[in-house]
């Protein structure tokens, strides 16, 4: 499949299926592949895009690190416009639910519905002060990953960020997911020096009227958990869902419940969108 310059970006993006248009957004340290265990069941019901941020697989940037949360939702816009694809439905997992969430907020009429899960939006919690040991654990685990990543530990950087906040044991992974997810950690750094990586505004969340499925696993970090909460209090219409056994990226883990939610999801909603242009 192709990569063509949009938005002034190379970007990798691959379509598989037919129907109403689903873009899969993957998060940090990862890259399309990230959805190789739900995408094609996904693709029986839907057109599916799966595509490689800026610097992540086969979308390359110099330096690696460049680029911001914005670029990104910039990049995601565009290629809905490029592929016609608008308006369509935008799943997301971790920070590519931020960009998801974005898109919602900047591009509203590029987006049918949005599907974020476990956002890693931790500006939701600072005004709360029963927050403050979770953010405090959270914050120094990223600044000893990044510190690892600095020093060239990479692999040691991504063992630390995955057993400690994404709660998916480094060691079970076979070897090969190993190596792509240490391949992406200068990306990384570059997304967390961004501020606005993990920042919402929760004005702007609230003014989201489009049907949300906000998700979450059962077995996640408690920080996910209580992002969802504030989160789903604040989106109109937003749905909140918790995947049992689950949790960060239940589309590897546990992907027959992913696509099932998602699923059940987009067709429950069909009769409350019945006024949008039929695809």
Do not use: K
């Given at each position: 499949m192709p990569v063509e310059q949009i938005n002034r970006t190379a970007l990798f993006y691959e379509e598989n299926g037919d129907g109403e248009p689903l873009l899969l957004v993957h998060g940090a340290w990862v890259d399309h592949t990230d959805w190789d265990a739900v995408a094609p069941r996904l693709a029986e019901a839907h057109r599916v895009v799966t595509y490689d941020l800026r610097g992540h697989g086969q979308s390359a940037v110099e330096p690696p690190d460049a680029g911001t949360v914005h670029d990104d939702v910039a990049d995601l816009a565009a290629l809905i416009d490029h592929l016609d694809l608008g308006p369509a439905n935008?799943?997301?997992?971790?920070?590519?639910?931020?960009?998801?969430?974005?898109?919602?907020?900047?591009?509203?009429?590029?987006?049918?519905?949005?599907?974020?899960?476990?956002?890693?939006?931790?500006?939701?919690?600072?005004?709360?002060?029963?927050n403050e040991a979770i953010l405090d654990e959270f914050g120094g685990t990223i600044a000893e990953v990044q510190a690892r990543i600095e020093a060239g530990d990479h692999r040691g950087a991504a063992?630390?960020?995955?057993?400690?906040?994404?709660?998916?044991?480094?060691?079970?992974?076979?070897?090969?997911?190993?190596?792509?997810?240490?391949?992406?950690?200068?990306?990384?750094?570059?997304?967390?020096?961004?501020?606005?990586?993990?920042?919402?505004?929760?004005?702007?969340?609230?003014?989201?009227?489009l049907p949300v499925l906000l998700s979450e696993g059962e077995e996640s970090h408690e920080l996910f958990r209580r992002v969802a909460e504030r989160g789903a209090g604040l989106m109109p219409n937003a749905r909140r869902v918790t995947i049992p056994a689950g949790g960060h990226v239940p589309h590897r883990t546990h992907p027959d419940a992913y696509v099932d939610m998602v699923l059940e999801f987009i067709r429950s909603t069909r009769s409350s969108l019945a006024s949008d242009v039929e695809i």
């Open positions: 935008v799943a997301g997992i971790s920070s590519g639910a931020c960009i998801a969430l974005r898109l919602a907020i900047e591009h509203p009429t590029l987006v049918r519905r949005v599907l974020p899960h476990e956002p890693p939006i931790v500006a939701l919690l600072l005004d709360d002060p029963n063992q630390r960020f995955f057993d400690h906040l994404v709660l998916d044991p480094w060691d079970d992974m076979p070897a090969a997911l190993q190596e792509r997810i240490a391949s992406h950690a200068v990306a990384f750094v570059g997304q967390m020096r961004d501020a606005d990586a993990i920042a919402l505004d929760p004005t702007a969340l609230g003014a989201v009227s």
